[in-house]
């Protein structure tokens, strides 16, 4: 898969407690991300690819694998307004 990463020149965004908010300077629109997001954000900001993203949340978290498929499919989808793929 080619690597994800965040439209870095049009968000900004801080870690607020165990949260990332997030403000889609293009659209003027924030978002949250939580939960197990707040691991893979940093490696959207690097820029990362499909299975680095999902051996981070194997090797994080107590979860099998399809079941990380399937959780990091559903973030990536959620979160495609700030991405960019290259």
């Known amino acids: 898969m080619d690597r994800v990463a965040v ?5 900004a ?4 407690d165990d949260q990332i908010v997030v403000l889609d300077t293009a659209t003027s ?3 949250a991300v939580s939960g197990a997001g707040v691991v ?3 490696m959207l900001v690097a820029g990362a690819t499909r ?3 999902l051996e ?3 090797g994080t978290f107590d ?10 499919d559903a973030f990536l989808a959620s979160c495609a ?3 960019q793929r290259s």
């Open 7 to 11: 439209r870095a020149d049009e968000l």
């Open 13 to 16: 965004w801080n870690e607020v």
């Open 29 to 31: 629109t924030y978002h």
């Open 40 to 42: 893979l954000w940093p």
């Open 51 to 53: 299975a680095d993203l």
């Open 56 to 58: 981070r949340l194997t």
């Open 63 to 72: 979860v099998d694998r399809g079941r990380a498929e399937a959780d990091l």
């Open 81 to 83: 307004p700030l991405l």
